[in-house]
């Protein structure tokens, strides 16, 4: 348990400190922006952005959280294969964030962390609701990223190019989740989930 430990602590810090890199072309590589984004066109989109981009550092650590605990290899690897792809999608909100002059989220640590020991609880669960969770969380970023493309300004196709790409591995994760048993979450526990969602997508807005 220690080795583990150690190889997710090293995780965590390439995940906050590294640049991430993607395997697949990112998705906006052959799109052109035909339309300038104006200064505060830019400032908004920079910060939908940086809440996804939060949304992917929260979603790494819930995969590592629940891959430390959980005992089933065919769940690991679930959650491995999700958390790969949601690598990428760092990489591509990352390099999005920078090109419309924006930051990622100096709040990023202590929503790793957070995230981490939820899902680190979620897998000691067992498998039922170890997936559940994961369903879920995967639900409610489609609800975000939905609510994104709306507010994304209508002429930065590049960015909405990004997220829609991202819905779709998003829908993905959750089918595979409840694919393999993962089970309807209370609705208490769904509430609290959207709750602490609230909390980070005002805060990461700004910070």
Not at 187 to 196: F, V
Request: proline share 3%; glycine share 6%.
């Amino acid at each position: 348990m220690l080795d583990r430990l150690i190889i997710e602590f090293d995780k965590g810090l390439k995940t906050l400190a590294a640049t991430a890199r993607s395997v697949r072309p990112h998705p906006d590589q052959n799109i052109s922006q035909t339309t300038e984004l104006n200064a505060e066109e830019k400032r908004h989109a920079a910060a939908l952005m940086r809440i996804n981009h939060c949304g992917e550092v929260c979603a790494q650590a819930l995969y590592n959280g629940q891959a430390l605990t959980t005992q089933n290899p065919q769940t690991v690897r679930a959650l491995e294969h999700a958390s790969k792809e949601e690598t990428e999608h760092l990489a591509w909100c990352e390099k999005r964030i920078h090109e419309l002059g924006g930051h990622t989220s100096f709040l990023n640590p202590i929503w790793y962390a957070g995230s981490f020991t939820l899902g680190a609880i979620a897998g000691a669960l067992g498998d039922k609701w170890n997936l559940g969770f994961l369903a879920e969380t995967e639900r409610q970023v489609g609800e975000h990223l939905n609510q994104h493309l709306d507010a994304l300004p209508t002429n930065d196709d590049k960015s909405r190019a990004i997220l829609e790409q991202m819905k779709i591995d998003e829908a993905e994760h959750a089918a595979t989740a409840i694919h393999l048993g993962g089970a309807e979450l209370p609705s208490p526990i769904k509430a609290a989930m959207q709750g602490m969602s609230k909390v980070m997508t005002s805060t990461t807005y700004h910070l």
